[in-house]
């Protein structure tokens, strides 16, 4: 089982940016896909980057296309989610998972229960 810790939300403004990380321990990290998402108050939790073993493939929920960058470093096992231009929209809490199996792509249409692993979350609050 891997285990994940996320770090790097905060508050900031409307228009600013943050780096969020997903720090892995545990089974080879370098054979997961990894995905991050959120869950804003009264929301549903949302899908809303993926990235494949390796790094060479992402996906992004146009929600965030365009503002939000997912990547990896195999290297120092972890994830991390680069957030620009950030909205209040955005304002939620953070979680990056882990796939359930090895070597197997993960999409933004990719069932909850395809991921394996959860972190416990870190906020992001985006004032106006």
């Known amino acids: 089982q891997v285990q994940l810790v996320e770090s790097g939300g905060g508050l900031v403004q409307a228009g600013d940016s943050l780096r969020l990380s997903c720090a892995a321990s545990?089974?080879?990290?370098?054979?997961?896909?990894m995905g991050w998402f959120r869950q804003a108050p009264g929301k549903e939790r949302e899908l809303i980057a993926t990235?494949?073993?390796?790094?060479?493939?992402?996906y992004y929920a146009d929600s965030v296309k365009g503002r939000f960058t997912i990547s990896r470093d195999n290297t120092k096992n972890t994830a991390y989610l680069q957030m620009n231009s950030l909205r209040p929209a955005d304002t939620a809490t953070y979680y990056c998972?882990?796939?359930?199996?090895?070597?197997?792509?993960?999409?933004?249409?990719?069932?909850?229960?395809?991921?394996?692993?959860w972190g416990q979350g870190t906020q992001v609050t985006v004032s106006s």
């Open positions: 998972a882990c796939a359930r199996r090895p070597r197997e792509l993960v999409f933004i249409s990719t069932s909850f229960a395809d991921f394996g692993s």
């Open positions: 545990g089974r080879a990290f370098n054979m997961y896909a």
């Open positions: 990235i494949s073993w390796r790094g060479g493939t992402t």
